[in-house]
């Protein structure tokens, strides 16, 4: 099983825009691993894509991919999705006789009207035959040759949010980049040869009694809670995602930084995510 971390970011990359901050001129003068696009993962197997950030394009030119056939959505939330006219753009370059199947696009079935109503260029793209949608249902395997996909529904209370367990023979790869916050963990969890997880933020757990109430820490997961979830689980192995350009001015949004705080607990076989990242199962 051969997979590529796209990008590692989070909802805002790293540089931002017209900012100046040491870390986004540190970004811009070394470029990756400092540098971060939006969350994304390819499964080069069987041309197997998950999510489409806004900079998808760019991700597919830099890493010299030739073929998608799959797309697997996590939720709409824009760093997921705002890179989806990737299937107009793919599609339309073909003369009408050697057009190739439309890509299959998964969307979870209890998350489907919310997807058409924030994300209506899907039925668009569907209608002009540049995608097919499939809905999909949670913990029901769909087979790719030797490789099987799940969908997993964190089965948070306020919202929808998927991860996919990826199998091949006897390897497991779970792929949970986004607000796992209260997820419910089951046995699909177990005896993971990779855990790919978004960061968490950074600070005590603590200091959410110290936030607004509207702040949007209190329904995402630290950092901290994240190292209790992987003790639990035991991967044997854990990359952490999701590295959120919205810290782009602190310290602890840093790369090498991130490092240094993985390597704190040694025994979890911790590493951070960058853009690129080649993992081979």
Known sequence: MKLIILGSGGCEAIPRPLCHCRNCEKSRDKGIPYTRTGPSLFLEDEAILFDTPEETRIQIEREKIQSIKHVFYTHWHPDHTQGLRIFEQIQSVYPEEQKPDPIKVYIPENAYEEFMDRLPALKYFEMMGFISIVKTNDRLPIAF?????????????????????????????????????????????????????????????????????????????????????????????????????????????????????????????????????????
Not at 201 to 224: C, I, M, V
């Open 145 to 281: 040759g030797p490789i099987i996909i799940t969908p997993i529904d964190f089965k948070r209370a306020d919202r929808t949010r998927y991860g996919y367990l990826i199998e091949e023979k006897n390897k497991k790869v779970f792929y949970a980049p986004c607000s796992i916050f209260d997820w419910k963990v089951d046995g699909y969890y177990n005896n993971l040869d990779l855990l790919i997880m978004e960061k968490g933020w950074d600070g005590k757990t603590q200091l959410r009694e110290t936030l607004p109430k509207n702040h949007y820490w209190h329904d995402h997961a630290s950092f901290e809670e994240n190292i209790l979830e992987i003790e639990k689980l035991q991967p044997k192995k854990v990359i952490i995602t999701h590295i959120d350009g919205s810290r782009h001015k602190t310290i602890d949004g840093d790369h090498d930084l991130l490092i240094k705080e993985v390597e704190k607990n040694p025994n979890l076989n911790i590493d951070v995510a960058f853009d690129g990242m080649k993992i081979e199962i």
